[in-house]
């Protein structure tokens, strides 16, 4: 097996991982949207800070968060965006050039202060 294979190898292996986790994953039990690929490698999905994009219109991206979170996450809408605020986790759902970007954050920044 060549370097450019084993990559490859390795890569499809960490997207299927990252595809297999469960609606909640160790993000403190927020449910992650299921129809989106992290944005970076190096901040991975259940990381203090980690975002992910997708394709789904960022309306749909929202409704299916509003469907999912625990009904005490707080709500707010901005220039077709919107935020969630769950207790330790925010979620900030944002158009971004035909997509939709989606980032978790802990609520104390990327260093949980």
């Not at 595809?19 to 991975?44: F, Q, R, S």
Request: net charge positive; glycine share 8%; aromatic share 6%.
């Amino acid at each position: 097996m060549n370097r450019t294979s084993k990559r490859f190898s390795i890569v499809s292996a960490v997207i299927v991982a990252i595809a297999a986790l469960p609606a909640a994953a160790a993000n403190n039990g927020v449910p992650i949207y299921p129809n989106a690929v992290n944005k970076n490698a190096e901040l991975p999905v259940g990381s203090p800070m980690f975002q992910l994009e997708t394709a789904d219109a960022a309306a749909t991206v929202d409704a299916w968060y509003g469907a999912h979170l625990p009904k005490s996450c707080a709500h707010q809408t901005a220039q077709g965006g919107a935020k969630y605020a769950c207790g330790n986790v925010n979620i900030m759902i944002t158009p971004n050039h035909g997509k939709t970007l989606i980032t978790h954050m802990a609520s104390g920044g990327m260093f949980g202060h």
